[in-house]
């Protein structure tokens, strides 16, 4: 198996609202927006080369979860 090269790497940071955050405790990733911005790179020939997910505090009391890919091309 062969290691693909990209010649350019591009970070995209999402997270959950802050307003769900705040009300309801927590309101999840928004799958709709990261779907999106995803198909979108994808038309102009990115591809995800890795991916986390992170959970940071929000405020004093809550957690706010994001997910960072990785885009190469």
């Not at 999840?28 to 992170?54: C, D, H, M, S, T």
Request: include cysteine.
């Amino acid at each position: 198996m062969t290691a693909q090269r990209f010649t350019e790497y591009k970070m995209v940071h999402i997270s959950e609202g802050g307003c769900g955050t705040l009300l309801l405790g927590s309101s999840g990733l928004p799958l709709k927006k990261i779907e999106a911005e995803l198909n979108r790179y994808a038309a102009e020939g990115w591809q995800v080369v890795f991916q986390v997910l992170e959970m940071k505090r929000f405020w004093l009391f809550w957690q706010r979860e994001s997910v960072i890919v990785t885009l190469g091309r």
